[in-house]
Antibody, heavy 116, light 106 residues
Framework: DVQLVESGGGLVQPGGSLRLSCAASGFTFSDYSMNWVRQAPGKEPEWVAYMSARLNTITYADSVRGRFTISRDNDRQSLYLQMTSLRVEDTAVYYC?????????WGQGTLVTVSS | DIQMTQSPSTLSASIGDRVTITCRASQSVSQWLAWYQQKPGKAPKLLIYKASTLEDGVPSRFSGSGSGTEFTFTISSLQPDDFATYYCQQYNIFRTFGQGTKVEIK
């Protein structure tokens, strides 16, 4: 079975940094594009970042470009999101999601709270 | 950015009802539209992609149609497990979600 397990969320002050990880299993990680999608409380999901399978395409939402960095380690079957200069409005559950365009598998999410 | 607008925002229905949700895009997304179901505290679940293609394992009571800027999502006979929030999502240019439609028990 496909499994995506996020970790690294927590409480951080505005201006702080956090690194999220996503451990993948049950499929050949290197064959798939991967995404980070977040969802603020009571809101619709919002795409954050995308990385193609072959590492040649990375895309960020305007709201995080220049502050967040997506990366992957195919040998470790892991996806990462380095978040810096965090803002209150970055508070959300962050999901790791597999696939191009329309992710077909999602993790359970990790909560990031930005507050002083 | 492409904006996605769903209607209605909330829908009250009974078991066995036919339910229809509309999703409009601010510009054409061709057929590059997906539908998700989300229950409280859970991740979204893919139901339909490419406007009308049913994801493997999804019951046939779910269907989608449309192209360009107008799309429809239908549940032919509402079941107890279907009470949830539904989102459309375009993937023609980057990816954006609609604001969601909550299907409640009438």
């Amino acid at each position: 079975d496909v499994q995506l397990v996020e970790s690294g969320g927590g409480l951080v002050q505005p201006g702080g940094s956090l690194r999220l990880s996503c451990a993948a299993s049950g499929f050949t990680f290197s064959d798939y594009s991967m995404n980070w999608v977040r969802q603020a409380p009571g809101k619709e999901p919002e795409w954050v970042a995308y990385m193609s399978a072959r590492l040649n395409t990375i895309t960020y939402a305007d709201s995080v470009r220049g502050r967040f960095t997506i990366s992957r380690d195919n040998d470790r079957q892991s996806l990462y999101l380095q978040m810096t200069s965090l803002r209150v409005e970055d508070t959300a559950v962050y999901y790791c999601a597999r696939g191009e365009g329309f992710p077909d598998s999602w993790g359970q999410g990790t909560l990031v709270t930005v507050s002083s | 950015d492409i904006q996605m607008t769903q209607s209605p925002s909330t829908l009250s229905a009974s078991i066995g009802d036919r339910v229809t949700i509309t999703c409009r895009a601010s510009q054409s997304v061709s057929q590059w539209l997906a539908w998700y179901q989300q229950k409280p505290g859970k991740a979204p679940k893919l139901l339909i992609y490419k406007a009308s293609t049913l994801e493997d394992g999804v019951p046939s009571r779910f269907s989608g149609s449309g192209s360009g800027t107008e799309f429809t999502f239908t549940i032919s006979s509402l079941q107890p497990d279907d009470f949830a929030t539904y989102y459309c999502q375009q993937y023609n240019i980057f990816r954006t979600f609609g604001q969601g439609t909550k299907v409640e028990i009438k």
